[in-house]
């Protein structure tokens, strides 16, 4: 029995030991397709980055931006690394266990990879490179695909109809290539959730299972119609012409029943007199309102309807009183420059051709008494780094609020609007002088009212510029006025929320704190908190950079823009660890504004002595799986 149980054992014993073997023998091949694969893209940039040990006796899963599991590599991140050239067939397509290939952000080139044995493959990134050529036409090849991001490559053709067979894929973006021909009608990724084909060649309608997506995601295909696409309906095919009925026969026509000539005239007749009256009645009303206005001091508009019913226009600042009236509002050219959570705003041009910001806000609940206490503390804002608000309007159905308006613009649109060819950089000095601007401007508005002030609504949207590029802080306060705080818990705020909200649906000037270093994030990664889920679990901006921080791939985490300047990485890694300070979970370890407006301001001196900046270029940053 014992001799039997010892054979049992050595059994077993061989058979890890081959297993050991076995997986040796797997990593040994990967290594050599990996080699095979770096020696033809790898440059002495990507050297120095990396660092690889390719020693005879060295071992892949110790290599930088290599993960291994017992069956071979797994993983391959090398983004922005400094790779080039074209990758050889057959070399990547050797890593049969390969689950992430991540190569943005490099100068690869040629035709896409030969990935055909790669069946487990569940996120391809291979953005921002020079890819060129067709798609490959059988993307059934890798059914466990979620993440494809071929964006800003240089591929043609049409989409394959096989991306159709990846039920799993919630991520397919292809902007900016010159993909061509039409999307397939019958297309359904039922998990879909980002999307984007902007700035190809395609046409045709778009499929109903890609309605749901915004118009940007379409942006730039001029000849692609349809849903979402208002501004470019799909041409409406002819209906075939009727068939005309048949005459009846001689006998069985039936008579015309027609008006007399006589009628005809009587209702010409009538009708002009019935013209006639209302406009002499019209012209008593409007001779009756400009008296009554007279008579009141031409401040009122007492009107019907929708529009505007009640007081005059409350000016906030004394040098602007009676430089225009509402009236001058209601007569002035307008162009909408954003909808937000607190409600619209609007361009005016007045007719001295001065221009103001009205904004029309939406959901409000506060009594009148407590709209105009609030009105008079947000006026008596005045500091550089705070958009003023000069004068308001209250109405039951109608509330308007008057500012400067801001020509440049918002910190959002600047860092998000166009991220394409063509697009002017935004650099670290500007970057640096908005977060400035900024944190001046709510350490301010913290310190009104007795030290009690709270923004409550913080992010890209709402710091806007002046024309000297200063960052200036908008719609203080004005959450206070919505139904149960409702800035605070509107999707337009996702991404900008203290996990406290959440709970407490109350924002305080700790949650004001965190929502700045989620804007700070924001400026660092060049990655809208707004967008769509970060990776797989849906993590916010601040959890994501944290990952990546415990990783110590750190420089992952900066926008690619940013990268292309010199002498500023010490500058970034300052202000990141700033960033994560202020999303600190816990409310109580977050910084006050006064001491983030302090470090910031050293930082700024210190920046400035060093030279720190310059250089020039674009680029494009987008999200990678860490799964």
Not at 125 to 153: E, K, M, T, V
Not at 203 to 213: A, K, M, T, W
Not at 526 to 537: F, H, M, N, V, Y
Request: aromatic share 4%; with cysteine.
């Amino acid at each position: 029995m014992r001799k039997k149980k010892e054979e049992v054992e050595v059994v077993v014993v061989l058979l890890l030991v081959a297993a050991v073997v076995a997986s040796l023998g797997d990593l040994s091949q990967d290594r050599d397709a990996l080699l095979d694969f770096y020696n033809a893209v790898g440059s002495a940039s990507s050297n120095r980055r990396l660092g690889w040990n390719r020693s005879a006796g060295a071992g892949p899963c110790d290599w930088r931006g290599i993960e291994c599991s017992s069956t071979g590599i797994t993983r391959i991140r090398l983004p922005g690394v400094g790779l080039a050239g074209s990758v050889p067939p057959g070399s990547l397509s050797s890593l049969t266990s390969l689950r992430v290939l991540s190569l943005r952000s490099n100068r690869l080139g040629g035709p896409f990879p030969d990935l055909r044995n790669c069946s487990q493959l569940r996120a391809l990134y291979l953005q921002d490179n020079r890819f060129s050529g067709r798609l490959p036409p059988d993307f059934s090849l890798w059914p466990q695909l979620l993440h494809i991001n071929l964006a800003y490559n240089a591929l043609n053709g049409s989409i394959p109809t096989s991306i159709d067979n990846l039920t799993r894929l919630t991520t397919l973006n292809l902007e900016n290539n010159t993909l061509s021909g039409g999307l397939a009608p019958e297309l359904s990724l039922p998990r879909l959730v980002r999307f984007s084909v902007a700035n190809n060649n395609l046409s045709g309608p778009v499929p109903r299972s890609l309605q749901g997506f915004s118009s940007a995601a379409f942006d730039g295909n001029v000849l692609i119609c349809g849903p979402p696409l208002t501004n470019n309906p799909c041409p409406i095919t002819a209906a075939p012409p009727a068939i005309a009925p048949a005459i009846p026969p001689p006998g069985r026509r039936r008579r015309s029943r027609g008006l007399s000539s006589g009628a005809i005239a009587g209702i010409v007749l009538g009708s002009i007199a019935a013209a006639v009256v209302a406009a002499l009645l019209c012209c008593l009303l409007v001779a009756r309102s400009r008296r009554q206005r007279r008579a009141t001091g031409g401040g009122n508009r007492h009107v019907t309807g929708d529009q505007l019913v009640g007081s005059k226009l409350v000016f906030l600042d004394p040098a602007r009183r009676g430089s225009f009236d509402l009236e001058d509002l209601l007569r002035a050219s307008a162009e909408v420059l954003g909808k937000g959570s607190i409600g619209t705003t609007y361009k005016a041009v007045l007719e001295d051709g001065s221009i103001v910001a009205v904004k029309r806000l939406k959901d409000v609940t506060a009594p009148p008494s407590q709209f105009e206490h609030n009105m008079q503390l947000i006026g008596g804002l005045r500091h550089r780094n705070v958009v003023p608000l000069r004068a308001y309007y209250h109405s039951k159905d109608e509330k308007l609020l008057v500012s400067d308006y801001m020509p440049r613009g918002s910190c959002s649109a600047l860092l998000h609007g166009n991220r394409g060819a063509g697009r002017s950089p935004l650099d670290w000095p500007s970057r640096l002088r908005i977060a400035d601007g900024a944190a001046k401007g709510l350490a301010y508005i913290h310190e009104q009212n007795g030290g009690t002030f709270v923004h409550g609504s913080i992010k890209s949207s709402n710091v806007l510029l002046a024309k000297d590029f200063e960052a200036c802080v908008s719609d203080a306060g004005l959450a206070h006025l919505l139904t149960t705080n409702a800035a605070a818990t509107s999707s337009r705020m996702l991404g900008y929320r203290a996990p406290e909200v959440l709970e407490t649906r109350k924002v305080t000037q700790k949650s004001d704190v965190y929502s700045y270093g989620v804007l700070l994030l924001e400026l660092l990664t060049g990655r809208a908190p707004t967008q769509a889920s970060l990776t797989d679990e849906g993590i916010d901006l601040p959890r994501w950079v944290q990952s990546v921080v415990r990783e110590e791939w750190t420089a992952e985490v900066f926008d690619l823009e940013l990268m292309r300047y010199h002498n500023i990485e010490e500058d970034l890694v300052q202000m990141l660890q700033l960033a994560l300070s202020c999303t600190s979970v816990a409310p109580e370890q977050r910084p006050s504004m006064r001491q983030v407006m302090e470090t910031i301001e050293q930082l700024r001196r210190a920046s400035s002595s060093d030279g720190g900046g310059g250089g020039g270029g674009s680029g494009s940053g987008t999200g990678e799986d860490t799964s």
